[in-house]
């Protein structure tokens, strides 16, 4: 599906915005490839910042999408887990944040659960999968930067990841774009509430 996207821009933080719009979220560990995910579709080189240190985006950040032949929403990118560096009163903080988003939250309707396609499942993901299996947001498990690996090593990881999941991952690179338009069908379906 070819979605045209007319604006794209910052829309400030959670709690303080993102009412009244449907909401995309991006969660995955810290570097898996968030930021970078939601830049390619949006078809934007730089609406949010992407980084090779590790732990950059702290904060619930939404940005307003604004779609051709399409209602508005907000991409909502999520700080990322499981960064070494961090302490340990940052890691909690970030527990609490996550878990206050996630829950409680009618204007979410489907969740991007990032994971790079080189790594297993990890208690993060697990974590977040429990977090909204009590709510009726839904998940999709995307796994990353696909273009690192060859064609069949995409395709033995990937089940991999679906035998641990229960559920096959979409298969994305934001630097080919590969898989790109399989979100976007999610993302149209979640919205419009249609079955996957
Ligand atoms: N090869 C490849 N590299 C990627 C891909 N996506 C992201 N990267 C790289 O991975 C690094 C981290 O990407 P980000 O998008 O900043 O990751 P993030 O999940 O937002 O990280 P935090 O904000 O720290 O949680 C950057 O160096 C990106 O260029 C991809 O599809 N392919
Ligand atoms: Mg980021």
């Known amino acids: 599906m070819r979605v045209k ?3 794209a821009a910052f829309a400030g933080v ?10 995309v979220a991006f ?7 968030k930021s970078s995910l939601i830049n390619a579709l949006a078809g934007r080189k730089s609406l949010v910042r992407t980084s090779k240190v590790p ?3 702290r904060a619930v950040n939404l940005f ?3 779609l051709v032949d399409l209602p508005p929403l907000f991409f909502v990118d999520l700080p990322g887990y499981g960064y ?3 302490s340990r009163s940052v890691s909690a903080q970030w527990g609490e944040l996550i878990s206050a988003y996630l829950t409680d939250n009618t204007d979410l309707r489907i969740v991007m659960l990032l994971v790079d396609i080189r790594r297993d499942l990890g208690a993060g993901e697990r974590m977040i999968m429990d977090l909204l299996s009590a709510t009726p947001a839904r998940v999709v498990l995307v796994a990353t930067k696909a273009d690192k690996l060859s064609y069949s090593q995409r395709l033995a990881h990937a089940s991999r990841l679906a035998r641990q999941a229960g559920a096959a991952p979409v298969i994305t690179s934001a630097s080919t774009g590969d898989g790109l338009d399989v ?6 379906e979640a919205l419009a509430g249609r079955q996957a």
């Not at 959670?14 to 909401?23: A, E, R, T, Y």
């Open 5 to 7: 996207i007319r604006n």
């Open 14 to 23: 959670f709690p303080h915005q993102g009412k009244g719009l449907p909401q």
């Open 27 to 33: 969660a995955g560990r810290s570097n898996v490839g």
């Open 55 to 57: 732990g950059k985006t």
């Open 64 to 66: 307003r999408l604004d």
């Open 84 to 86: 070494a560096k961090v």
């Open 183 to 188: 979100l976007w069908e999610r993302i149209i």
